[in-house]
């Protein structure tokens, strides 16, 4: 398979180029954005240098292994929005960590540990 041949959205992974329409990079991508239960593809957020941006679906006209390519215009580069929803959460692997007795209480409860990452503006 060579990288400009055509991949699914499911496969698609972080960091991958997204460029518009005349090739542009405009960021990298840092999340798909899909419903797996309806196997519904809704868009990306895309790491940028102004911080995370949104493409849509229905901007986005191929996707390789080497890169994303969107009907998005230079122009429209800067009218892109901030991915809108809930907060993006992470787990912390560092959770299990540690000698303490939070720790071990960790363990024994499988309690879940979010941090709210920090918005890239």
Known sequence: MAEDDPISYVA????????TASGTEIGKVE???????????DG???KTHDGLRF????SVGRITAAAVHTTVTDDQVDALPKPDGSAVLTAD????EGGEL????????????W?????DE
């Open 31 to 41: 999340h798909v954005l899909q419903d797996d239960s309806l196997d519904l593809f």
């Open 12 to 19: 698609l992974t972080k960091g991958t180029p997204v460029l």
């Open 55 to 58: 493409v849509a679906a229905d």
């Open 102 to 113: 939070s720790a071990w209480f960790g363990k024994l409860f499988f309690r879940e540990h």
């Open 44 to 46: 990306l957020a895309v």
């Open 93 to 96: 692997p560092d959770q299990f």
């Open 115 to 119: 941090t709210r990452e920090k918005d």
